[in-house]
């Protein structure tokens, strides 16, 4: 099992997990959860302890092992609310560019609170990131 991911999906409830965050971080994922749906049209999914995760792309690590990871997903984290944009951001500059205060890590958007983005920006970037990854992403 070495190399394998130890974040996978699990059959806990999302609106569950979503209604132990804090009352202002909860309404902030219950947008982005309503965004990576409609951007996916998969309902969410519990990854893990607290990764909510839509539908899912085959990838191959360095050990040329395949696996399976969302195609997009949140988390609130302590300090940000961390989206996962799988394909990263070259594609996405000039939305970025717009987006409002956030930080970024190779696949990784941080941002405070949704109030310091552009809401419509950020929803071009999710769609954007469904789009970019349909070619690898898995059904069923």
Not at 28 to 49: F, R
Not at 113 to 125: C, F, K, P, S
């Amino acid at each position: 099992m070495s190399g394998e991911p130890k974040t996978r999906p699990t059959s806990a409830s999302v609106p569950d997990f979503l209604a132990r965050q804090p009352e202002a971080r909860r309404a902030d994922c219950e947008a982005v959860c309503a965004m990576m749906q409609a951007a996916t049209g998969e309902p969410p999914v519990m990854w893990g302890e607290a990764i909510v995760g839509f539908g899912r792309y085959a990838y191959t690590n360095t050990s040329r092992k395949s696996f399976e990871w969302p195609l997009v997903a949140f988390s609130p984290r302590k300090h940000d609310l961390t989206l996962y944009i799988m394909p990263g951001f070259d594609a996405f500059a000039g939305l970025i560019a717009k987006l409002g205060r956030h930080k970024t890590g190779k696949s990784c958007l941080y941002i405070k609170q949704l109030a310091d983005v552009d809401a419509g920006v950020l929803r071009g970037i999710i769609d954007g990131s469904v789009r970019a990854m349909a070619p690898r992403r898995v059904r069923g």
